[in-house]
C-alpha cells in the first residue's frame, strides 16, 4: 500500500537554529498539507501546497516557517529560526484530489524538539 | 467556530465488549466526517469516512461509524474490541466549502482506547 514517508523520525534542534523536515508524498497524489501537534493539543493545519505554491495557510504558518518541493518527490516544511514553542510532532499529509470526501494520507511524523 | 469534540480523553474497555469513541462536530453545512487512528510510534492512519448517503458507514479492522444529523455525532464503534485495537483515535471534520477550493481537517483533541484482556 502506498505510503507517505518523513525524515526524521526526531529531530532536536538549537533554539534560534534552522530545521527542515522532510516528507515524501504519494507519488501520484497533486495536494500536499503539514499538520503540527503539540503535545497534548489538537492536530492543528499548517499549510497547503498545490502546483508550487501554497494555496493555504493558518495564523500559525508565520514567515518563520516555508514549504518547498524541491523536486518530483519530495515536500519540505522549514522553520528558520526555531523557538522553544515550535516542539511537536509534525505530520505531512497528501491527497489525490479535493473533492470533498477525499482522504488524507498522513505520514509517521516527525518529532521535533527545540532546547 | 468550527470545531469538534471528543468528551472522553481514554475509553477502557474489555476484550470481546463493544466499544463506542464519541465524537460531536460543530460545522456550518454538511460535513465530512473522517476516523484516524494512531498507534504507538505510527502515523494518523485513516479508518473510515463519511460523506453522503447510509448514516452506518464501515471502515477497516471491522470498525464501523454512525453519522447522526440530528445530534451533530460521529461515533466510532466496534462490535468486539481486540487487545490490539488500543491505540489512540482521532474524529476530524472536513467543512463543506462552495469552491471546494481547499483541503483542511478540524480535529478532535483524540480519545485513547485501552482494550484489557
Known amino acids: 500500500e502506498p505510503e507517505v514517508t518523513q525524515t526524521p523520525s526526531h529531530q532536536v534542534t538549537q533554539m534560534g537554529q534552522e530545521v527542515i523536515l522532510r516528507c515524501v508524498p504519494i507519488?501520484?497524489?497533486?495536494?500536499f498539507y503539514w499538520y503540527r501537534q503539540i503535545l497534548g493539543q489538537k492536530v492543528e493545519f499548517l499549510v497547503s501546497f498545490y502546483n508550487n505554491e501554497i494555496s493555504e495557510k493558518s495564523e500559525i504558518f508565520d514567515d518563520q516557517f516555508s514549504v518547498e518541493r524541491p523536486d518530483g518527490s519530495n515536500f519540505t516544511l522549514k522553520i528558520r529560526s526555531t523557538k522553544l514553542e515550535d516542539s511537536a510532532m509534525y505530520f505531512c499529509?497528501?491527497?489525490?484530489?479535493?473533492?470533498?470526501?477525499?482522504?488524507?494520507?498522513f505520514g509517521q511524523g516527525t518529532r521535533l524538539t527545540v532546547v | 467556530a468550527q470545531s469538534v469534540a471528543q468528551p472522553e480523553d481514554q475509553v477502557n474497555v474489555a476484550e470481546g465488549n463493544p466499544l463506542t469513541v464519541k465524537c460531536t462536530y460543530s460545522?456550518?453545512?454538511?460535513?465530512?466526517l473522517f476516523w484516524y487512528v494512531q498507534y504507538p510510534n505510527r502515523g494518523l492512519q485513516f479508518l473510515l469516512k463519511y460523506i453522503t448517503g447510509d448514516n452506518l458507514v464501515k471502515g477497516s479492522y471491522g470498525f464501523e461509524a454512525e453519522f447522526n444529523k440530528s445530534q451533530t455525532s460521529f461515533h466510532l464503534k466496534k462490535p468486539s474490541a481486540l487487545v490490539s485495537d488500543s491505540a489512540l483515535y482521532f474524529c476530524?471534520?472536513?467543512?463543506?466549502?462552495?469552491?471546494?477550493?481547499?483541503?483542511?481537517?478540524?480535529w478532535g483533541a483524540g480519545t485513547k482506547l485501552i482494550i484489557k484482556p
Open positions: 460545522v456550518s453545512g454538511n460535513p465530512y
Open positions: 507519488s501520484n497524489h497533486l495536494y
Open positions: 499529509a497528501s491527497t489525490h484530489g479535493l473533492r470533498g470526501g477525499t482522504e488524507a494520507f
Open positions: 476530524a471534520v472536513r467543512a463543506p466549502r462552495a469552491m471546494d477550493s481547499n483541503y483542511q481537517l478540524i
